[in-house]
């Protein structure tokens, strides 16, 4: 399929398909009049790096973990590298959020030094073993 196709069944742009490539997490052949073609598995593929993408990893964190990803459908093959990548996520998501709420405090007792109304405290998270509800799906098998 030509890279419009491949637009329009992965509500991705060209542009940002085109990045993808030049990253190394799509790969497609070249007509001999130089148009880019991708399999129909490339629907798949760029659903996956998006997937990904949302959970916060970069391009360069992505391309290591995709082989460990299944071709089709949810879930990963057991890859250390992915552990390790996702274990390195998920401590600088934990330290990022230490920091909001450490900022989020400051600014709350800032606040309480003014007439203004003193803001509602946010609720403690306490993060927990396992995926959170709000990943996709087919993230979390």
């Known amino acids: 399929m030509l890279i419009g196709e491949l637009a329009r069944h992965t509500g991705v742009s060209?542009?940002?398909?085109?990045?993808?490539?030049?990253?190394?997490?799509?790969?497609?052949?070249?007509?001999?009049?130089?148009?880019?073609?991708?399999?129909?598995e490339a629907v798949d593929r760029v659903r996956r790096v998006?997937?990904?993408?949302?959970?916060?990893l970069n391009t360069d964190a992505i391309r290591t973990v995709l082989p460990c990803t299944h071709s089709a459908g949810p879930g990963?093959?057991?890859?250390?590298?992915?552990?390790d990548i996702?274990?390195?996520?998920?401590s600088k998501l934990d330290d990022d959020i230490a920091e909001l709420q450490r900022r989020r405090a400051a600014l709350t007792d800032y606040a309480a030094l003014s007439d203004l109304p003193t803001p509602t405290p946010a609720?403690?998270?306490?993060?927990?073993?396992?995926p959170s509800s709000a990943a996709p799906s087919s993230i979390a098998s």
Request: proline share 9%.
């Open 123 to 130: 609720p403690n998270p306490t993060p927990g073993p396992g």
């Open 50 to 56: 998006r997937e990904l993408l949302a959970t916060g």
């Open 14 to 40: 060209t542009r940002l398909l085109r990045y993808y490539e030049e990253q190394g997490l799509l790969r497609s052949e070249r007509d001999s009049n130089g148009y880019r073609r991708y399999a129909p």
């Open 86 to 90: 996702v274990d390195g996520q998920l």
């Open 76 to 83: 990963v093959r057991d890859c250390a590298h992915f552990t």
